[in-house]
Nanobody, 116 residues
Framework: QVQLVESGGGLVQPGGSLRLSCVAS????????MRWYRQAPGKERELVAL????????NYADSVKGRFTISRDNAKNTVYLEMNSLKPEDTAVYYC?????????WGQGTQVTVSS
């Protein structure tokens, strides 16, 4: 079955950096687009970044453009989110997502907290 496992979250000071990873299994990873979403307390889940199956970033949320970079390694079945110049408003649970044969799959999420 499809599984997505995120890691790399944590507590970081404003201006700091983190790299999130999402390891995928149960499907042919290189065939499918991958997404990172986030959900802050009391807010709706929002799309952060989208990458094509071939590794081309396709979309970033306006709030993260120029600070976050999505990438993938198809040999490792892994998608990454490099986050720089972090702000307190980036605090959220970050989720990895893919759509395989019209079914939506999510990881368990990883908490990112930006605070001094």
């Amino acid at each position: 079955q499809v599984q997505l496992v995120e890691s790399g979250g944590g507590l970081v000071q404003p201006g700091g950096s983190l790299r999130l990873s999402c390891v995928a299994s149960g499907f042919t990873f290189s065939y499918f687009f991958m997404r990172w979403y986030r959900q802050a307390p009391g807010k709706e889940r929002e799309l952060v970044a989208l990458i094509s199956n071939g590794g081309r970033p396709l979309n970033y949320a306006d709030s993260v453009k120029g600070r976050f970079t999505i990438s993938r390694d198809n040999a490792k079945n892994t998608v990454y989110l490099e986050m720089n110049s972090l702000k307190p408003e980036d605090t959220a649970v970050y989720y990895c997502n893919t759509i395989v044969h019209s079914a939506d799959y999510w990881g368990q999420g990883t908490q990112v907290t930006v605070s001094s």
